[in-house]
């Protein structure tokens, strides 16, 4: 009998222990608590951004002005469109225009564009 009272005792001793140092649930979940770190997203974070529709066809290209603004565009494919594109439609006044980069951020900001053009092919090829 007495070596099974020490067989209980020696199996509660240490969850009486554990109880006794623990303190309430809440102050261990308290004390136990991970700081927050906060991160900033590498790839920024976009603004809003606002859905316009297309814009409205033209009903022919003879006689207006139509900039190719050619973006990253080595020197094989930039003047081979333009001059496909005189060839096919002589009626039709192309500019070429080469942009560093991919082209404006914001074709409204590109003046020329805007007052002399009636139309803007933009493309890209590598």
């Given amino acids: 009998m007495k070596r099974l009272f020490e067989i209980v005792l020696a199996a509660l001793l240490p969850l009486g222990v554990t109880l006794a140092f623990a303190g309430t649930p809440a102050q261990a979940a308290d004390e136990a ?3 927050v770190h906060r991160f900033l997203n590498p790839q920024g974070i976009p603004g809003p951004v606002e859905v ?3 814009a409205p066809r033209l009903d022919t290209i003879k006689g207006k002005t139509i900039y190719i603004a050619v973006c ?3 020197p094989q494919t930039g003047p081979f469109l333009e001059q496909y594109l005189k060839d096919t439609y002589p009626d039709t ?3 070429r225009i080469q942009h560093n980069g991919f082209g404006p951020t914001n074709p409204a900001e590109d003046g020329e564009l805007l007052a002399k053009a009636d139309a803007v092919i933009g493309g ?3």
């Fill in 33 to 35: 608590e991970e700081p």
């Fill in 52 to 54: 316009r529709g297309l």
């Fill in 72 to 74: 990253e565009a080595g």
């Fill in 93 to 95: 006044h192309w500019v």
């Fill in 124 to 126: 890209q090829s590598w």
